[in-house]
């Protein structure tokens, strides 16, 4: 199946349903804003499961990313969505209980490829033990756990390695975590 040609919703400034368009029509420069979401997955140890893009990605391939992401069809709730593309993408559970922790949106153009990502972007984070990872190497060159702080550091030492969307997903994964202190 050809991702490129899936249909995506297309949004609104308010994040409000505005139409749909192909994948690929939306990622033309300069972009059209479209609904999207990134799964974090997050050990008990608190480590994170990071995917480094594939080699075929038509945007920021080879760039390590969150846990999944991709695109509900129009109308389709995004929980739904990120439990499928996860079956597809990871190979993983689909019973994973994600909670959606907040959206944002960003625009960032990919100059090897001159694809542009504006998203609304919904962030899902789930908890897992025992994750029995089988990606598909069409959409995943490797998968790795990381620690946050060893992530910052990594990111901070070398952010070309990593996906434009990622630093707004750990921020609103920060975010998270500090109103559920104590």
């Given at each position: 199946?050809?991702?490129?040609?899936?249909?995506?919703?297309?949004?609104?400034?308010?994040?409000?349903?505005?139409?749909?368009?192909?994948?690929?029509?939306?990622?033309?420069?300069?972009?059209?804003?479209?609904?999207?979401?990134s799964?974090?997955?997050?050990?008990p140890?608190?480590?994170?499961?990071?995917?480094?893009?594939?080699?075929?990605?038509?945007?920021?391939?080879?760039?390590?990313?969150?846990?999944?992401?991709?695109?509900?069809?129009?109308?389709?709730?995004?929980?739904?969505?990120?439990?499928?593309r996860?079956?597809?993408?990871?190979?993983v559970?689909?019973?994973?209980?994600?909670?959606?922790?907040?959206?944002?949106?960003?625009?960032?153009?990919?100059?090897?490829?001159?694809r542009?990502?504006?998203?609304?972007?919904?962030?899902l984070?789930?908890?897992?033990?025992?994750?029995?990872?089988?990606?598909?190497?069409?959409?995943?060159?490797?998968?790795?756990?990381?620690?946050?702080?060893?992530?910052?550091?990594?990111?901070?030492?070398?952010?070309?390695?990593?996906?434009?969307?990622?630093?707004?997903?750990?921020?609103?994964?920060?975010g998270?975590?500090?109103?559920?202190?104590?």
């Open positions: 199946m050809d991702r490129e040609t899936l249909l995506v919703e297309l949004v609104d400034d308010a994040g409000d349903a505005a139409g749909s368009c192909s994948v690929a029509e939306a990622h033309e420069a300069p972009g059209r804003l479209h609904r999207a979401f799964v974090m997955l997050i050990d140890d608190g480590r994170m499961l990071l995917q480094r893009r594939a080699a075929v990605k038509t945007r920021f391939a080879l760039r390590w990313a969150n846990s999944c992401c991709g695109h509900p069809a129009p109308g389709q709730d995004p929980l739904a969505a990120a439990r499928d996860m079956a597809d993408e990871l190979g559970d689909v019973d994973i209980e994600l909670r959606d922790i907040g959206a944002f949106v960003y625009q960032a153009s990919d100059a090897a490829t001159a542009v990502e504006y998203e609304w972007d919904h962030v984070v789930g908890t897992v033990t025992d994750l029995a990872l089988d990606p598909d190497p069409a959409e995943v060159a490797e998968c790795g756990w990381v620690a946050p702080a060893d992530l910052k550091s990594a990111m901070d030492s070398d952010p070309d390695s990593y996906t434009p969307w990622l630093p707004p997903v750990l921020e609103l994964l920060a998270q975590a500090s109103h559920h202190v104590g």
